[in-house]
Protein backbone atom coordinates (compact mmCIF):
# COMPACT_ATOMS: atom_id res chain seq x y z
CA UNK A 1 0.00 0.00 0.00
CA UNK A 2 1.31 3.41 -1.07
CA UNK A 3 1.27 6.29 1.52
CA UNK A 4 1.36 9.85 1.90
CA UNK A 5 0.10 12.84 3.37
CA UNK A 6 0.05 11.68 6.52
CA UNK A 7 -1.53 14.29 8.49
CA UNK A 8 -3.38 12.46 11.08
CA UNK A 9 0.16 10.91 12.67
CA UNK A 10 -1.42 10.20 15.90
CA UNK A 11 -4.04 8.07 14.30
CA UNK A 12 -1.64 6.15 11.95
CA UNK A 13 0.72 4.82 15.01
CA UNK A 14 -2.38 4.08 17.19
CA UNK A 15 -3.03 1.72 13.93
CA UNK A 16 0.44 0.62 14.02
CA UNK A 17 0.33 -0.04 17.69
CA UNK A 18 -2.94 -2.45 17.00
CA UNK A 19 -1.25 -4.62 14.58
CA UNK A 20 -0.32 -8.39 16.12
CA UNK A 21 2.70 -8.50 13.62
CA UNK A 22 5.63 -6.29 12.22
CA UNK A 23 4.60 -3.29 10.04
CA UNK A 24 7.42 -1.05 7.72
CA UNK A 25 7.58 1.15 5.27
CA UNK A 26 9.98 1.12 2.16
CA UNK A 27 10.79 3.62 -0.06
CA UNK A 28 11.74 3.04 -3.73
CA UNK A 29 14.97 3.05 -3.00
CA UNK A 30 14.61 0.69 -0.71
CA UNK A 31 15.13 1.75 2.80
CA UNK A 32 12.92 0.22 5.46
CA UNK A 33 11.43 1.24 8.83
CA UNK A 34 10.45 -0.52 11.28
CA UNK A 35 7.06 0.98 12.44
CA UNK A 36 7.28 -0.96 15.60
CA UNK A 37 10.63 1.14 16.65
CA UNK A 38 9.87 4.28 17.55
CA UNK A 39 13.23 5.62 16.68
CA UNK A 40 12.10 4.25 12.97
CA UNK A 41 9.10 6.06 12.90
CA UNK A 42 10.99 9.53 13.67
CA UNK A 43 12.97 8.61 10.69
CA UNK A 44 10.43 7.28 8.48
CA UNK A 45 7.81 10.48 9.03
CA UNK A 46 10.51 12.75 8.76
CA UNK A 47 11.00 11.16 5.37
CA UNK A 48 7.57 11.11 4.47
CA UNK A 49 7.38 14.89 5.26
CA UNK A 50 10.38 16.49 4.02
CA UNK A 51 9.89 14.53 0.65
CA UNK A 52 6.37 16.22 -0.30
CA UNK A 53 5.43 14.04 -3.77
CA UNK A 54 7.20 10.74 -2.65
CA UNK A 55 5.06 7.83 -1.47
CA UNK A 56 6.62 4.82 0.47
CA UNK A 57 5.15 1.57 0.59
CA UNK A 58 3.52 0.33 3.59
CA UNK A 59 3.67 -3.23 4.51
CA UNK A 60 2.19 -5.52 7.48
CA UNK A 61 3.59 -9.59 7.75
CA UNK A 62 0.31 -10.19 9.27
CA UNK A 63 -2.48 -9.51 6.05
CA UNK A 64 -5.26 -9.26 9.05
CA UNK A 65 -3.54 -6.29 9.66
CA UNK A 66 -3.77 -4.36 6.66
CA UNK A 67 -7.61 -3.82 7.69
CA UNK A 68 -6.44 -1.87 10.48
CA UNK A 69 -4.81 0.68 7.84
CA UNK A 70 -7.91 0.00 5.55
CA UNK A 71 -9.93 1.33 8.34
CA UNK A 72 -7.38 4.00 8.55
CA UNK A 73 -7.31 5.14 5.42
CA UNK A 74 -11.23 5.44 5.22
CA UNK A 75 -11.06 7.95 7.92
CA UNK A 76 -8.24 9.71 6.15
CA UNK A 77 -8.74 9.36 2.55
CA UNK A 78 -5.76 12.42 1.82
CA UNK A 79 -3.17 9.37 3.22
CA UNK A 80 -3.37 8.33 -0.32
CA UNK A 81 -3.54 4.73 0.51
CA UNK A 82 -3.99 2.62 -2.82
CA UNK A 83 -2.65 -1.08 -3.36
Known sequence: MKIGNVSQLNDFIAAVNECKGQVWLESSDGDRFNLKSTFSQYIAFGRLFS?????????????EDELIFFDYFKK?????GKT
Do not use: R, T
Request: glycine residues 6%; proline residues 6%; contains cysteine.
Open 76 to 80: HPAVN
Open 51 to 63: EQGDYLELFCSNK
